[in-house]
T-cell receptor, first 111, second 111 residues
């Protein structure tokens, strides 16, 4: 059963702690993406990777970090430097960047 | 600059009546455009895509969209709304190696 999985679905952290969100795909897609979604703002691109061991900053990369050591995995770390980390985070993958397939998302709450 | 504007943040319809969700775009070259749907606390699902072939594009669940270059529009329509259509809809523009998302339109369907 092919697809994109994100875990956990809900995540709670205290302010000042780093937290890592998981994203795994078994679609054999080269490209993977992380988006942040806030109410009324659509999706904003955080980081993307078009190939293993390479990634680029998106529009709102400050306070986030990623790695791409394996084709199927693209974890996102929300660091304590991110000023407003509470949001819904979506991972996507694509063969080309043209048509992206999305995971179910992780809702992160930082208090 | 490439951009997408969704003209309505909320649309309410009665079950069985037509749906119209409006989207205008700005692009300096021939655009590729998409509509995605997101049900509450879920990932995004592709409804349909325009890639410079036929200007009337049919998607899943009875939705369709018409590309009008003269009006720089890509409005989403459905002849008869169903309760299960209640969701958030995003108009998306492909730009180089990224997607540009509109801010979304929340569709409410009343019985």
């Amino acid at each position: 059963d092919g697809g994109i999985t994100q875990s956990p679905k809900y995540l709670f952290r205290k302010e000042g702690q780093n937290v890592t969100l998981s994203c795994e795909q078994n679609l054999n897609h080269d490209a993977m993406y992380w988006y942040r979604q806030d109410p009324g703002q659509g999706l904003r691109l955080i980081y993307y990777s078009q190939i293993v061991n390479d990634f680029q900053k998106g529009d709102i990369a400050e306070g986030y970090s990623v790695s791409r050591e394996k084709k199927e995995s693209f974890p996102l770390t929300v660091t304590s430097a991110q000023k407003n980390p509470t949001a819904f985070y979506l991972c996507a993958s694509s063969i080309s960047s043209y048509e992206q397939y999305f995971g179910p998302g992780t809702r992160l709450t930082v208090t | 600059a490439q951009s997408v504007t969704q003209l309505d943040s909320h649309v309410s319809v009665s079950e069985g009546t037509p749906v119209l969700l409006r989207c205008n775009y700005s692009s300096s070259y021939s655009p590729s455009l998409f509509w995605y749907v997101q049900h509450p606390n879920k990932g995004l699902q592709l409804l349909l895509k325009y890639t410079s072939a036929a200007t009337l594009v049919k998607g899943i669940n009875g939705f369709e969209a018409e590309f009008k270059k003269s009006e720089t529009s890509f409005h989403l329509t459905k002849p008869s709304a169903h309760m299960s259509d209640a969701a958030e809809y995003f108009c998306v523009l492909y730009n180089t190696d990224k997607l540009i998302f509109g801010t979304g339109t929340r569709l409410q369907v009343f019985p």
